[in-house]
Structures are given as structure tokens and as C-alpha cells.
């Protein structure tokens, strides 16, 4: 995933956003900010699913724990590539990435790795038992929190 | 995947909405809405990468498509349950699902492994050449537009 990851974002720094998309630089940049937009949102939802067991506002449910836990490691494994190229920050309306995530990449990609590592680790204990799934609620929210005080703008 | 989105979604229709989530039963139904479009945003954003190489209007570029189609494959690899329960249909604001979905339950688990199946085909190809890519985009947004013909409101 850090290879990956690395590999990825290299590759969209390359590119440049311009290239991507032949319907215009803006369009592109927009298009890629609705889309991580939409991983946020589903890592929300799934999130959201773990979070309420672990506080007991939702009845533990061991399979709908595993399902939450496996669609956050699908998500934390898609290649980030096209959906952050260079310029897709917060000079845009509607974005809060701030352009430090492009300045001092790849640190970015050690958090990205961090979340990954969480995901998985969530997804082996959030079917086991509650102890279990609120053991790994830490590291996975730390794991998001981390990011987004970096490189998201208030 | 058909097993498996049949189970989960199963579960969905099983638990209806308003047990998912402790801080209520539209909210619930928004944040699921909410979820589902992100996913689709996602489908959205990696097939236009695809279909613009397809169409040559992109550079092909076998790095980039065979990210888009593993993008594919693994958002098609999403568990549902949580993201389509009962009630989340179009009579929601934002919502264009029609209530069809639930009643003829588990007809569109037939559309949605044709979908995990065309993103599979694609993931195959399209990292191999354009030619290979353009073979596998019909049946992919045929998959697509199969489900939203039947399942979503104009």
C-alpha cells in the first residue's frame, strides 16, 4: 500500500491534473475532488456503523461489524492516483486539502499507510467480539484524525 | 459477490433501516442515501478515466486504466447492506432509487453481479492495451446503465 500509494500520487504529480481529463483542467480538478469526497463519505458511513457499537448506540453485530470493517478496507485500498492531482486544494470551492499535501509529499503516504494498517487491524477483530472491535475504534479514528489535522483546512 | 450481496442485503431488509442507527430513522436513511452516492461517484470517476481512453480522448495508459479498473473491482466488492436499507428509495429528497429495488428483492442482485462481473472483465483487460480496454467497456456500462434503467427514477 505505501509503495503503492507512493507509486500512485508520484504518478498524479506527473500528470498534472490538465492531462487527465480532456474536458478542461477546472472540470478535471472538480471531478477529482467529488470523487475522494465520495471515499470520505463511504469511510463516514462504515465508520459511523463501528463507532455506534463501540459507544452502544447500536446493538453489537458481528456481521455487520465484519461487513463495515471490510468495505473500510476496500476503500483504504483504492489507488489514490487520479483522484488527487496537483491543484485540487482548497483554492478550490468545496475542498479543504490543504496544498501542503503536495508540498511535502510523500509524507502523505505514511499517514495513508497508517489508515490502511488501522483498517486491517479493525478488520480482523471487529467480527471476533465488542471488546474486540473497540480495541481497534483507537487506532482507526487516530489513524483518520491524523490526516485530516495535517492536511484539512478548518 | 451474488451470495454475498444477497445475504447482506437480506440482513438490510431484515433490520430495516431505523435499527441501523440510534440517532434515528431518517437520518439513518440520508446517511445511507449519502453513502451509496459516494460509491457511485467513485464508479462515476474511474469509468470516465477508462471511457475517455476508450474514446480517445485520453492517452492510453496502461498504469492509469489498470488503476481505474482495480478501482472498479473493489468498489463492486462492497458490502451493501448498510448503504441500501428499506425506506432509502426516492421518496427521500436526493434519492432517485425506486421503491422496485426492495419489492422485486433479490432481482437486482442479478444486475449487480453482472456489474462485479463486467468490472472483473475490465480489470483484466484493461491494463493489457486499448484494444483490450475498448472490449471491455460495453459490457461495463451496460451493467451499468442495466441497473439505473430499471432502478432509477429520470
Same mark, same amino acid.
Given at each position: 500500500m505505501n509503495i503503492k500509494l507512493a507509486t500512485t500520487i508520484t504518478l498524479s504529480l506527473a500528470l =498534472? &491534473?490538465? &492531462?487527465?481529463? &480532456?474536458? =478542461?483542467h477546472s472540470k478535471a480538478l472538480e471531478g477529482a475532488v467529488k470523487a475522494r469526497q465520495g471515499q470520505m463519505q463511504l469511510y463516514s458511513h462504515n465508520l459511523g456503523i463501528l463507532g455506534a457499537m463501540a459507544k452502544g448506540q447500536m446493538d453489537y453485530d458481528s456481521g455487520a461489524a465484519q461487513a463495515a470493517a471490510d468495505n473500510l478496507m476496500a476503500l483504504s485500498s483504492l489507488d489514490a492516483a487520479s483522484m488527487w492531482p496537483?491543484? /485540487?486544494?482548497? /483554492?478550490?470551492? =468545496?475542498s479543504r486539502a490543504k496544498p501542503e499535501i503536495w508540498t511535502t509529499f510523500p509524507e502523505i503516504a505514511t499517514k495513508a499507510k497508517a489508515m490502511s494498517d488501522a483498517a486491517a487491524a479493525m478488520a480482523a477483530a471487529a467480527g471476533t467480539d465488542l471488546a474486540s472491535l473497540q480495541g481497534a475504534m483507537g487506532p482507526l479514528g487516530g489513524a483518520c484524525g491524523s490526516c485530516h489535522k495535517a492536511y484539512r483546512s478548518r
Open positions: =498534472g &491534473a490538465g &492531462a487527465v481529463f &480532456a474536458d =478542461g496537483q491543484g /485540487s486544494d482548497n /483554492s478550490l470551492e =468545496g
